[in-house]
């Protein structure tokens, strides 16, 4: 019925839902702005990699994928509340609901640093992968080439395990990443999950692990299902039945051969 109940501690008898419900948003914003950013900058990092291998743009966009993955995110919410928020004075240092979007830039930004390191790697060795195998050679050979080739048959068939990586991130970012909000004074779930810990305040601690559940399963509910629209082959095989799930799985993990066979 979504009645969660009252909180003990954190704000008395006060209904969960109305807790949640002010906070929720927030983190959903400013995670999303970071899913969006991260995926979108990894997958033009990877693709540049890939397409220009052995060169110096491989060499640098590997490396900024290693001090995306090395350096956590909050050592870069701090480089960025100094440099663009105290010295450049750019951005503001910390939350304000009257600016919700330009509040939500820096926060976003040093949260997608990690997804876009995560997605460049997988993107650039998976490209790599694809760009030499043999119907990639028989579509230049048909006379494609250039943005039909690389977005259309390349990056097409390299998306599958990038975005299996990325469902699990997806989660942890909408659903608030606890220094980073407490960093920038966020108001949203990160720190309220933080506060219920804190306080032992149970009933918000176990709602907000039942909403972190129920986003997880939908999120990979909804991946598992664009398998089949990015790959027709994994949605119908066989005599026209459908792959089951484990079938799908097992191609991502062994790749296209293996699950040929089955």
């Not at 009252?6 to 704000?11: G, L």
């Not at 664009?226 to 005599?239: A, F, K, M, N, S």
């Amino acid at each position: 019925q979504g009645d969660f109940g009252v909180s003990y501690n954190i704000s008395k008898n006060t209904p969960i839902s109305q807790l949640i419900q002010t906070r929720l948003p927030i983190s959903i914003q400013v995670g999303g702005m970071a899913v969006a950013l991260g995926a979108v900058l990894g997958l033009i990092l990877g693709v540049i990699a890939a397409l220009n291998h052995n060169t110096w743009l491989d060499s640098l966009c590997t490396a900024i994928s290693v001090l995306g993955v090395s350096v956590p995110s909050y050592v870069f919410a701090l480089a960025l509340s100094y440099t663009l928020g105290f010295r450049l004075k750019w951005l503001p240092m910390l939350y304000s609901a009257n600016t919700p979007l330009l509040s939500s830039v820096m926060p976003s930004i040093a949260l997608s640093m990690f997804t876009m390191a995560s997605i460049a790697r997988f993107t650039r060795n998976e490209m790599m992968e694809v760009l030499g195998s043999e119907y990639m050679l028989l579509a230049e050979s048909k006379g494609i080439n250039g943005a039909p080739l690389i977005l259309r048959h390349a990056l097409r068939n390299a998306l599958i395990p990038i975005i299996t990586v990325l469902a699990p991130l997806i989660v942890d970012l909408m659903t608030g990443s606890l220094v980073v909000e407490k960093i920038f004074s966020i108001p949203g779930v990160g720190s309220l999950l933080v506060t219920a810990i804190q306080s032992n305040d149970y009933n918000v601690v176990i709602a907000l692990s039942f909403i972190y559940s129920a986003m997880y399963i939908g999120i990979m509910l909804v991946v598992d299902l664009l398998y089949g629209v990015i790959d027709p082959r994994i949605r119908v095989t066989g005599e026209g039945g459908r792959m089951g799930f484990f079938a799908r799985w097992r191609l991502v993990l062994f790749g296209r051969k293996k699950v040929a066979k089955v």
